[in-house]
């Protein structure tokens, strides 16, 4: 059975990208790398052909993983999403309610998350936590430094 994933427009274009980029660069550069090999002799002693044949059998499998994601992904359309909860995609607002501090994250499907640029993973404990409540909730999510209390203060697309 093949597993759908949801993505944004975004990630979606960065694995097609990224697919694009192994096939025609990558691919033809390792198979440069093979015929370069082959040409210093006996294949049997032949390190660096060895090397690259490895080389080409995990690009392959790369390439095949990703066609599978990319065949299988599918994008989530934003204008069908309520805006009055925290849903996949919602940008939130929440006040940690311990230490009085306010942060923002943006809801992403497992693959696109990314911390640093305040893009928080579907299924961490946070988001987890926040998904299905509307702003003035207050939830307390378990975290791996302990329980914290948090208040929903905005919700935005």
Not at 6 to 34: A, F, M, W
Not at 72 to 88: C, F, Q
Not at 138 to 156: H, K, L, M, N, W
Request: hydrophobic share 35%; proline share 3%.
């Amino acid at each position: 059975m093949r597993k759908v994933n949801y993505y944004t427009e975004e990630g979606l274009q960065k694995l097609k990208n990224e697919l694009e980029h192994l096939v025609k660069v990558e691919r033809p550069d390792i198979s440069k790398q093979i015929a370069e090999a082959r040409d210093k002799g006996d294949l049997s002693e032949n390190a660096e052909y060895a090397a690259a044949k490895e080389a080409q059998g995990l690009l392959e499998m790369k390439i095949a993983k990703l066609q599978e994601v990319v065949q299988n992904a599918r994008i989530i359309d934003e204008s069908k999403l309520d805006t009055s909860k925290v849903l996949l995609l919602s940008t939130v607002k929440i006040k940690n309610l311990k230490n009085n501090k306010t942060m923002q994250y943006t809801i992403v499907p497992e693959q696109e998350s990314d911390i640093k640029s305040g893009k928080l993973s579907v299924k961490s404990p946070i988001a987890t936590g926040l998904l299905g409540k509307k702003v003035g909730d207050s939830v307390d999510i378990q975290v791996p430094a302990g329980v914290i209390p948090f208040e929903i203060i905005e919700i935005t697309r």
